[in-house]
């Protein structure tokens, strides 16, 4: 994994997503928890964890967090927040956690290095295997016709010796789904091409279930639990009990 959003630009990686609120995210996830974890248990996985941003939040509402990332670029910003958190250099496709969880996280679509259904299948049963009874599975997701779309987003950052403009993109075509990301980092321009699993929806929610999961797909607006009408979901697997 030699993504420059992950390793040469992980140092400016919480300012380039300056935008997101991760408070108002961890408060939803917080009512996902409650309404949907029936395990009992208070150990969270945070898979693809980045800089550890939720990880941090979550341990501080007083879970046992665990956060696991390919980046050990990105776990060296992750370590410098919370002494509490375990950080943990590790492939979602590979990992063996040692122990098992109520609540695991995957979000900022990274699910999606899933890059085809057999390893979206392994890693969900990967998943399946690590969740307590009752436990749950919360990751987003989007439908791959997004990728159909010709809509560009930009977003910037600027203090007194940083500026940056980071332009996302999806691309769907003859059943390839790339992320496209431009970053102009001071006048110096970067890309990188992300290679995506190609899945809709009704894909995903197919593949869950076969893994043995109880399945519910949510809008992605951190806002209210409401069912999905998009395309940007947020999925909760549930751990039969």
């Given at each position: ?43 969270i996985l945070d898979i693809a964890c980045g800089t550890g941003t939720h990880a941090d939040l979550l341990q501080k509402k007083g879970f046992d967090v665990t956060g696991i990332d390919l980046s050990s670029d990105m ?7 919370n002494e509490f958190v375990e950080f943990i250099e590790g492939d979602m496709k590979t990992m063996k956690p040692k122990k098992q969880y109520g609540v695991v996280l995957c979000f900022f679509n990274s699910m999606l ?129």
């Amino acid at each position: 994994m030699n993504y420059q959003f992950y390793t040469r630009l992980a140092k400016y990686y919480d300012r380039i997503y300056h935008y997101v609120d991760y408070r108002g995210q961890t408060e939803f996830f917080l009512h996902l928890i409650e309404q949907f974890n029936k395990s009992g248990n208070n150990n969270i996985l945070d898979i693809a964890c980045g800089t550890g941003t939720h990880a941090d939040l979550l341990q501080k509402k007083g879970f046992d967090v665990t956060g696991i990332d390919l980046s050990s670029d990105m776990l060296d910003q992750a370590k410098k927040k919370n002494e509490f958190v375990e950080f943990i250099e590790g492939d979602m496709k590979t990992m063996k956690p040692k122990k098992q969880y109520g609540v695991v996280l995957c979000f900022f679509n990274s699910m999606l290095y899933n890059t085809n259904r057999e390893e979206m299948v392994n890693t969900l049963i990967n998943v399946y295997s690590c969740l307590h009874k009752g436990g749950i599975l919360v990751f987003d997701t989007v439908d791959k016709s997004i990728g159909e779309e010709d809509s560009d987003e930009e977003y910037s950052y600027s203090d007194d010796n940083l500026d940056i403009i980071f332009k996302p993109h999806w691309v769907y075509k003859k059943n390839i789904m790339k992320l496209e990301i431009d970053f102009t980092l001071n006048l110096e321009v970067m890309h990188d091409t992300h290679l995506m699993g190609a899945f809709s929806l009704k894909e995903l929610e197919e593949i869950a279930e076969q893994v043995g999961f109880e399945v519910m797909v949510l809008n992605r607006n951190f806002d209210r639990i409401e069912a999905a009408e998009g395309k940007h979901a947020i999925f909760v697997c549930k751990k039969g009990e």
